[in-house]
Structures are given as structure tokens and as C-alpha cells.
T-cell receptor, first 111, second 112 residues
Framework: SQQGEEDPQALSIQEGENATMNCSYKTSINNLQWYRQNSGRGLVHLILIRSNEREKHSGRLRVTLDTSKKSSSLLITASRAADTASYFCATEARAGNMLTFGGGTRLMVKP | DTGVSQDPRHKITKRGQNVTFRCDPISEHNRLYWYRQTLGQGPEFLTYFQNEAQLEKSRLLSDRFSAERPKGSFSTLEIQRTEQGDSAMYLC??????????FGPGTRLTVT
């Protein structure tokens, strides 16, 4: 079963704007990860944030984690048309264990 | 190619037939995972191996499903007596120890 919900389910923005996606989960975690998936393709790992971290950056990506609220957000700054994809959060209860994914946010960036 | 590979990429089969998928992990990765993803949903865990040992299986893995990793390298996932509800993308991932899982391109199964 899915770990939690992602919000929004779909997001459409103009190129250059920022995109924010939210993820909520239900159980305690070791880490939370964000993945990207282009239509019909495999998953690409974007960023991992550990349960003792609150914020992490990677290029145009910024991830926050609030373990008290069991929620995370992914911010993509200065979006590009090539960022169009589905984005999934995934939690890992124990390191090296299975990933539990959310339902995903489908992002469309219009040129 | 040093990534995770899966074969075939697409499989169309008739209901009731058996199918087998193969996953080749990144060389020396000791953990191998199988996930299933239906249209519009996130992937769901099926099972994982550490070397040749199958350590955990999801309730989604019914008796018709069996996974093996006989030599601790490649893995196969077999579905017997396929049903239309088995139509999905089957994703394989591998990792070295307890760190990041790298996903393959997936095998898309269509059961008619």
C-alpha cells in the first residue's frame, strides 16, 4: 500500500516559475527520497534527506523534512520544460529496506 | 552500460499464460528489489534479495508470483496464470549495501 499522499496530484506552471510539491507519510522513517519519472520510463533518484536533517539542496532542488508533521516538500526553482515529469516521494523505514512510495505529482512545465 | 537492465522492455501476453522477466543489477550490487507500478500510481514493493537470499516479500506477491536470484547476480520474476490485473510496469532496482537504490527502465506487461 502507498505510504502517504502527495499534493498536488497535478501541477501546471510556466517555464521559469518555481514548483512546490508536498508529501505526507504515516510511519517513522530512516530517510525520505524524491524520484523523478518521465512518462513510461524508470525512476531517477533526485535527492535523499535523512530523518535527522531538516533541509537539503541539490542544484535547483530544495527538500525540506518535518518529522513532527510527517511531511516533506520538494521545491524546483526556475523550472524548465525538461522538468516535465512525475515526481514521487519514497520513504525508507530502515536503511537498505524497501521503499514505500507516494502517489506522485505530475508536473507540466509549459515553455 | 553500467546501469540496471531489464528484459524484455515490453511483454504482451494472453490471460492464463506464464511470463518471466529478467533483471540484471549493477555489477557488485548485493541488494536487488522488485516493484510493481500501475498506471497513475507510485511503485509498490514486491520483494527484495540480499545476494541470493530473498529477505522480504509483500502481500502483493501472491502464490502465482515467484522471484529468484540463484547466484546472487541477475534475478527473474515469474508470473504464472497471468490475469488482467497483473498488467503493470515491473521495476527492478539494485543497491550496494544500505544506500541508494538504482532503478532499471522497467518491463511493461500487458495481459489481454
Amino acid at each position: 500500500s502507498q505510504q502517504g499522499e502527495e499534493d498536488p496530484q497535478a501541477l501546471s506552471i510556466q517555464e521559469g516559475e518555481n514548483a512546490t510539491m508536498n508529501c505526507s507519510y504515516k510511519t517513522s522513517i530512516n530517510n525520505l527520497q524524491w524520484y523523478r519519472q518521465n512518462s513510461g520510463r524508470g525512476l531517477v533518484h533526485l535527492i535523499l534527506i535523512r530523518s535527522n536533517e531538516r533541509e537539503k539542496h541539490s542544484g535547483r532542488l530544495r527538500v525540506t523534512l518535518d518529522t513532527s508533521k510527517k511531511s516533506s516538500s520538494l521545491l524546483i526553482t526556475a523550472s524548465r520544460a525538461a522538468d516535465t515529469a512525475s515526481y514521487f516521494c519514497a520513504t525508507e523505514a530502515r536503511a537498505g529496506n524497501m521503499l514505500t512510495f507516494g502517489g506522485g505529482t505530475r508536473l507540466m512545465v509549459k515553455p | 552500460d553500467t546501469g540496471v537492465s531489464q528484459d524484455p522492455r515490453h511483454k504482451i501476453t494472453k490471460r492464463g499464460q506464464n511470463v518471466t522477466f529478467r533483471c540484471d543489477p549493477i555489477s557488485e550490487h548485493n541488494r536487488l528489489y522488485w516493484y510493481r507500478q500501475t498506471l497513475g500510481q507510485g511503485p509498490e514493493f514486491l520483494t527484495y534479495f540480499q545476494n541470493e537470499a530473498q529477505l522480504e516479500k509483500s502481500r502483493l506477491l501472491s502464490d502465482r508470483f515467484s522471484a529468484e536470484r540463484p547466484k546472487g547476480s541477475f534475478s527473474t520474476l515469474e508470473i504464472q496464470r497471468t490475469e488482467q490485473g497483473d498488467s503493470a510496469m515491473y521495476l527492478c532496482a539494485s543497491s550496494l549495501g544500505l544506500v541508494d537504490q538504482y532503478f532499471g527502465p522497467g518491463t511493461r506487461l500487458t495481459v489481454t
